[in-house]
């Protein structure tokens, strides 16, 4: 409470002229107090008119008041000052240079609270006050500081400008619109800016629309990264386990085939190792049969030799070495080929399944806004090597040149498959599409180009099978006559230079499906935006004395 009394001393006490204690302090008549020098000098501006006015209440005295100090505030003030609890304004309440200053402020200029549209002026808070007490000033329109009042003032005709000219799209005072804008299309200010300031709501509504929509793609971006980060985590876990499941059926498989082996060499060495003992007793008892025979041969006694010779044991029967079969370093090498073979299989197998692999990878991508390539060199980044289906194709449809192109011909010995069309001549391609693609057609005669399901029927009759006649295909019917679009049988007229080639861009995630005619120049024939459900095939359909081939792009 004290300190509210204070200050509410020092503000009864304080030049609302220089917004310090007063200085030699004088009282006019009408109740207000300055000090003497800043009343002098506001008073020494007005002195042209003869017409004097209090600074606060803007009551007018004439002729100019003679000041006398008055004694009981100079005493007060004195007081006060010994009490030594006078406080300056904060330096944050003076002007600074990006600040609009107080136009009255004599001296250091404090900050402006409010600019005035009708007196041009800009009033700190205690200057502004009379805006709020007398009835006149009470009616002008008071704006946010503006270092900028003096644009609302003609530099022609030095008026405040009220009015706007719709025709020369500026704003004038009201002798301008007596004077050059006479006859243009001029409105007040006033209703100019309720104009524009509707035109300028829309654009806000449109602004925060555009915001809100932003911000669905922004929490929709952010879902479809945790998404992404969450089945890459789970791809990685399930292939490493899959993987580990993979090396452990090939250690089980290693170990048991060396068990094998081992097993085999232990019995096929204890077999050789019997059959050397054999041999070696063999050689033993020949051995010594041989010295019982030389000792006998050397015997000079006839009637002793005779009468020994019978006595000697007769030889056993000899081990056949026809049946010892000897297969120099070709023992166990059959196993080693079979393990190769194992080995190569394998390799084909995960080669070309981390084709795949890698597709599939390099195909996730998250549903941006991104632009369609503009020339074919950038279209040809995308190609991708397609190649026909022989089991799709229908048995009048010659495949050649290594399951590029399809020409129509007699039946062909094709085996049966439920994925063989058999009344449509149409074939798939072997690979399915996603992401982004792009292939060119080259034809002579009358030719379908188009993209399906796979799932499409392919023993239905009429439109369930043919491409362009259901849901599950888009085709472009292309002819020496021209061009038609077909889906869902639906025919849309295409009109386009005539071309013998004709290119396909499919950006799966994004919906687009467009055909090219491809000559010198490149032509967008026929676009498709649309939700691509499942992967597509690229397909072909060829008529009586037509050929079509996918091109080689690489």
């Known amino acids: 409470m004290v300190e509210k009394g204070i200050q509410l001393v020092e503000e009864t006490l304080s030049c609302s002229i220089c917004l310090d204690?007063?200085?030699?302090?004088?009282?006019?008549?009408?109740?207000?107090?300055?000090?003497?020098?800043?009343?002098?000098?506001?008073?020494?501006?007005?002195?042209?008119?003869?017409?004097?006015?209090?600074?606060?209440?803007?009551?007018?005295?004439?002729?100019?008041?003679?000041?006398?100090?008055?004694?009981?505030?100079?005493?007060?003030?004195?007081?006060?000052?010994?009490?030594?609890?006078?406080?300056?304004?904060?330096?944050?309440?003076?002007?600074?240079?990006?600040?609009?200053?107080?136009?009255?402020?004599?001296?250091?200029?404090?900050?402006?609270?409010?600019?005035?549209?009708?007196?041009?002026?800009?009033?700190?808070?205690?200057?502004?006050?009379?805006?709020?007490?007398?009835?006149?000033?009470?009616?002008?329109?008071?704006?946010?500081?503006?270092?900028?009042?003096?644009?609302?003032?003609?530099?022609?005709?030095?008026?405040?400008?009220?009015?706007?000219?719709?025709?020369?799209?500026?704003?004038?005072?009201?002798?301008?619109?007596?004077?050059?804008?006479?006859?243009?299309?001029?409105?007040?200010?006033?209703?100019?800016?309720?104009?524009?300031?509707?035109?300028?709501?829309?654009?806000r509504q449109n602004i925060q629309q555009r915001i809100q929509d932003r911000e669905k793609d922004v929490k929709l971006l952010q879902q479809e990264a945790e998404a992404i980060n969450c089945s890459a985590d789970k791809a990685v876990e399930d292939s490493q386990e899959i993987f580990t499941q993979l090396i452990r059926l090939i250690e089980e498989q290693r170990s048991d085939v060396a068990q094998q082996v081992r097993s085999q060499q232990e019995s096929q060495v204890s077999r050789v190792k019997e059959l050397e003992e054999k041999l070696r007793q063999e050689i033993a008892e020949l051995k010594r049969k041989d010295g019982e025979l030389q000792t006998l041969s050397q015997t000079q006694d006839h009637n002793q030799f005779l009468h020994d010779y019978p006595s000697l044991s007769a030889l056993s029967q000899p081990t056949r070495s026809s049946s010892i079969h000897i297969r120099p370093l070709r023992y166990f090498e059959d196993v080693t080929a079979a393990v190769s073979a194992v080995r190569d299989k394998l390799q084909d197998v995960l080669t070309e399944t981390w084709t795949n692999i890698s597709l599939t990878v390099t195909e996730v991508d998250v549903l941006l806004p991104r632009p369609e390539p503009n020339t074919r060199e950038k279209f040809i980044r995308y190609s991708c090597d397609i190649t026909l289906d022989p089991n799709t194709a229908h048995r009048n449809l010659l495949l050649s040149d290594g399951n590029r192109e399809a020409t129509l011909t007699s039946q062909q010995s094709y085996p049966s498959h439920p994925d063989r069309f058999t009344n449509s001549l149409q074939v798939l391609s072997r690979e399915s599409l996603t992401g982004r693609c792009y292939w060119e057609v080259e034809r002579r005669g009358g030719v379908y180009v188009a993209v399906a399901h796979k799932n499409i029927s392919r023993t239905g009759s009429g439109n369930e099978c043919g491409f362009g006649g259901n849901d599950k295909s888009w085709a472009l019917n292309c002819n020496d006559s021209g061009y038609y679009f077909w889906h869902k049988n639906v025919q849309t007229p295409v009109s386009g230079p005539r071309s013998s080639r004709v290119g396909v861009y499919l950006d799966h995630r994004a919906g687009i499906l467009s055909f090219y005619g491809i000559s010198e120049t490149m032509t967008l024939l026929h676009r498709v935006h649309t939700t691509f459900t499942q992967p597509l095939h690229a397909g072909l359909t060829v008529g009586y004395d037509s050929t079509a081939a996918i091109c080689k792009l690489r």
């Open 21 to 203: 204690l007063l200085k030699d302090p004088v009282a006019v008549s009408c109740g207000h107090s300055y000090c003497m020098k800043c009343l002098q000098s506001h008073w020494d501006t007005e002195d042209e008119k003869k017409l004097y006015s209090c600074p606060q209440c803007r009551q007018i005295f004439t002729p100019r008041p003679v000041l006398l100090k008055n004694t009981m505030l100079a005493i007060l003030v004195e007081e006060l000052k010994k009490s030594g609890l006078q406080a300056a304004p904060a330096d944050h309440c003076y002007a600074g240079a990006e600040d609009v200053a107080c136009d009255v402020c004599p001296g250091r200029k404090l900050k402006a609270q409010k600019s005035c549209l009708q007196c041009l002026a800009s009033y700190c808070q205690n200057h502004l006050q009379p805006h709020f007490e007398v009835a006149p000033l009470k009616k002008h329109k008071l704006v946010e500081p503006s270092k900028k009042l003096q644009e609302n003032v003609c530099s022609r005709h030095d008026e405040v400008m009220k009015m706007f000219c719709r025709t020369d799209q500026q704003s004038i005072c009201t002798i301008c619109l007596l004077d050059e804008h006479k006859g243009h299309n001029t409105v007040s200010a006033a209703a100019e800016r309720a104009e524009r300031q509707r035109e300028l709501e829309v654009s």
